[in-house]
């Protein structure tokens, strides 16, 4: 009897453990997703920056724009660089949705045999991959000049971000440190979150949208650093997910990585300043 109930309580144990809550893969693609955007987002804001700048009578200027000397067909080259942004979200967000659903979920919430939830963390990629598509969208009717409140693409990347921030709030490891990891990825979501909104509330604010670059770009690369702590390529490089050093470790290894994301803005900061010089703007459609 003693033996059975020992089995007994050996098997419940094993149902509770926490399941694997994501992948390399999954982890490497929203990586990459927020870092594509945030350089993009940096690109962009750099120049609006520097533009406000000029206008202000900081700088000399001449004002001849991307489109002076072109036709037709670069002035809409001028807007489809100009809503790069919106389309990137729009179809990467698409890709992501059914990938996660096709390979992952099977478009299942709960198992039919045994009625508990399923593969959740897909479901979350989902979700979150769900209110950026709605973001884009949004963001492509303030650039075709539909008649919507303003710095509405503003709030809308902020409330995608509070719920990628909410969602990950919640998130339940499997160790210390694939908690501590989302720990700080929370950080810097919510901060990006935080200096959307403000944006929307301060649309002429010069600071904010360098700010949510460099926050959108810290999430990028912060996934990476997620994927290959939690599923490394190479085995026999696996970090100790529960050593002391591991965790005292991964703050510290966050702070390099928003320093890293400062460094970069400057870099592109610096290189936008030199077309603005020469009189260069950021396309703003037709």
């Given amino acids: 009897m003693d033996h059975g109930h020992h089995d007994h309580s050996h098997g419940a144990d094993v149902i509770q453990a926490p399941p694997e809550s994501g992948t390399f893969g999954s982890h490497a693609v ?9 350089l993009w987002y940096a ?42 942004d919106p389309m990137f979200k729009i179809i990467a967000c698409t890709i992501g949705i059914l990938s996660q659903m096709s390979l992952g979920a099977h478009w299942r919430l709960r198992d039919p045999v045994t009625g508990e939830f399923v593969e959740q963390s897909d479901w979350q990629f989902v979700t979150m991959y769900s209110f950026f598509f709605f973001s884009g969208l949004v963001d492509i009717l303030v650039r075709v000049k539909t008649p919507i409140p303003p710095n509405s693409d503003k709030f809308f990347i902020s409330l995608a971000l509070f719920i990628e921030s909410y969602l990950f709030f919640y998130h339940e490891g499997a160790s210390e440190a694939e ?10 979501i919510f901060g990006a979150a935080v200096a959307a909104m403000l944006w929307a509330c301060l649309p002429e604010s010069q600071l904010l949208p360098l700010l949510l670059s460099v926050l959108v770009l810290l999430q990028g690369t912060w996934f990476w650093q997620v994927a290959g702590v939690l599923y490394p390529l190479d085995p ?51």
């Fill in 30 to 38: 929203l990586g990459t997703f927020f870092f594509v955007f945030g």
């Fill in 179 to 188: 908690d501590r990891l989302h720990q700080l990825l929370f950080i810097a």
């Fill in 236 to 286: 026999a490089r696996r970090w100790e997910l529960d050593s002391h050093g591991t965790l005292m470790f991964l703050p510290l290894a966050f702070c390099w990585h928003l320093l890293g994301n400062i460094g970069l803005l400057f870099v592109v900061y610096t290189i936008v300043h030199q077309f603005v010089k020469r009189g260069y703007r950021f396309p703003r459609g037709l």
């Fill in 43 to 84: 690109v962009k804001n750099c120049f609006f920056t520097l533009e406000r700048l000029h206008a202000q009578g900081k700088q000399p200027a001449r004002h001849k724009t991307w489109r002076d000397h072109q036709g037709c067909a670069k002035r809409t080259l001028g807007f489809l660089l100009y809503s790069m």
